[in-house]
Structure formats: structure tokens, C-alpha cells
């Protein structure tokens, strides 16, 4: 089994060394995904991150699930160096279940199928995708959307205080920060052996919040949001709005990113 050296970033892209919270430690050391505590977690988190452009006031409580999980737990980005070792392929996934020592028909193995399947399928109509195996992939894709004249820079979900409660009502405290941005680039952490993130843009309008938030049982977390304004296209059956009780096109549908996801935006710019 080959041995993971991580390189150290600094402290301000601490944000880019993280990983899908699905994992566990294997016998032999690797790093493991429980597939089905991931369809739990995610069936969990799609019922209580979506909200409104109408939520966004100071007062407004609203319940939302964040992960217990520390973002200072979360495993590394490797190298370009060492993710480029490793093939990452369908068409080799019998090969990187042996070289990672997982059964064919394992939870692992079909987490690893399914994240590689996702990255392997043709954008949808109006969308550019890529999935990063290292920070220098992430960076490079990042630049390739934005021009390589623009400065970009990271946004992520911060937890201020120590969490403990994965789902509670939580208070606006401030007036939300906008960042403006003419476009962004949303990367997803997905369930694999080390870090792997579906990144993708979306043609629309995109609006992207920092809102401070208060928990009842006082923990604090300064949340990103993203609303998307024209739903008009999505699909009826659409999660957002059976939870939100609206439809296509009624009105714009926000949710917010959890911890270990990343947003990409042109910078500078807060409104």
C-alpha cells in the first residue's frame, strides 16, 4: 500500500485541505467510505439546508443540518504528484480496488464506482464540470473558468464556535454579506479513498451570502449560501421544492454549502 505524504499549505487554504466527512480508517490504513451512512447524512442535509431570499433578515431563524464533524479533521488534498500516480477511471477500478484493498462488492467499492461514474458523465446543458484530485488540478480548472487574468479566491462554511449539534434553528444575526462575483465555481467533496471534489459552474444567475448565524444552543457558524434565481428549468421533483412549497420559476431557491465544500468567486468584491 502506498504511504499518502501531505504537503503543508498555510493557514489560509486550510480550507482547500478537505475531504468528504464519510470515511473511516481501513485495517491496513487507507482511507474508507461508508456508503450508506453517506445516502443518511445526504438525505439529511437535502431536507434542511434549503431557504428563501426572504429568510435572509436579522431575526429569521431557520432549521438547518450542519455536519459535528471538525473541517480541521478532514484529511488532506495529496499532491498533483501523487493524485497523478493513481489512475482515476472506470475503466480501472478493478485495478484500485486491489491497490486499495477493498472487496469488489463492497460499500467502498461502490462509493468509489459511483464518484468516478459522476465524474466520467458529459456536463448537463449550460454547465462546465471538473473533479480535482489535488489543489494544483483545482487551481488550474478554477483559472481555466475565470480567465487567466482574474484573481479568484475561497469561500467556505465556518464553524465559530464548538459544534455539537447537527440540526437546530439558527438565528440571522447580521445583515448577510453579498459577494459579488459575474461568476463562481462550486466544488462538492465526494466519497472516495483521499480527497476528491465535483466542481462545476452553472449558466444563470447566481447570488452568493456570508450570513452569521446563532444556534439555540448557542453555537455560531458563519454560513455560505448560494440562491440561484432562475429555476425555471429544474426539475419539478426537485428536493428544494417540496421542501420550500414552491415550484419552477415561483421564486428564487438558496441553500447552504456544508463545511467541507468550496466556492470559488472573482475577487474582490462584498457588498
Avoid at 6 to 15: D, K, Q
Avoid at 22 to 49: F, P, W
Wanted: hydrophobic share 35%; aromatic share 10%.
Amino acid at each position: 500500500m502506498m504511504v499518502y505524504g501531505i504537503a503543508s499549505f498555510s493557514f489560509l487554504f486550510h480550507v482547500l485541505l478537505l475531504v468528504s466527512q464519510y470515511c473511516c480508517t481501513h485495517s491496513n490504513g487507507s482511507r474508507v467510505i461508508n456508503k450508506e451512512m453517506h445516502d443518511l447524512q445526504q438525505a439529511a442535509i437535502d431536507e434542511n439546508i434549503f431557504f428563501t431570499t426572504n429568510d435572509l433578515k436579522v431575526g429569521k431563524s431557520i432549521p438547518i443540518y450542519f455536519s459535528t464533524k471538525s473541517p480541521s479533521t478532514y484529511p488532506h488534498l495529496l499532491p498533483r504528484e501523487e493524485s497523478d500516480s493513481i489512475p482515476f477511471s472506470s475503466s480501472q477500478l478493478p485495478n484500485l480496488l486491489d491497490f486499495f484493498s477493498f472487496p469488489k462488492d463492497s460499500p467502498q467499492a461502490k462509493a468509489m464506482e459511483h464518484t468516478l461514474s459522476q465524474c466520467e458523465l458529459p456536463p448537463l446543458r449550460g454547465e462546465t464540470k471538473f473533479c480535482a484530485t489535488s489543489l494544483e488540478s483545482m487551481l488550474d480548472s478554477t483559472r481555466g473558468v475565470f480567465g487567466l487574468g482574474t484573481q479568484f479566491r475561497v469561500l467556505t462554511t465556518k464553524l465559530l464556535s464548538r459544534h455539537t449539534a447537527a440540526f437546530q434553528n439558527y438565528t440571522v444575526l447580521e445583515k448577510p454579506n453579498e459577494i459579488l462575483s459575474p461568476e463562481i465555481v462550486a466544488c462538492h467533496s465526494m466519497p472516495y479513498p483521499y480527497a476528491v471534489f465535483y466542481c462545476h459552474v452553472k449558466d444563470g444567475e447566481h447570488r452568493v451570502y456570508e450570513v452569521l448565524l446563532g444556534g439555540e444552543n448557542g453555537e455560531r457558524v458563519e454560513a455560505l449560501g448560494v440562491c440561484h434565481v432562475d429555476t425555471s428549468q429544474w426539475d419539478p421533483n426537485h428536493t428544494a421544492f417540496r421542501v420550500l412549497g414552491t415550484r419552477p420559476g415561483r421564486s428564487p431557491v438558496c441553500h447552504f454549502f456544508p463545511a467541507d465544500n468550496l466556492i470559488w468567486v472573482a475577487s474582490p468584491s462584498v457588498l
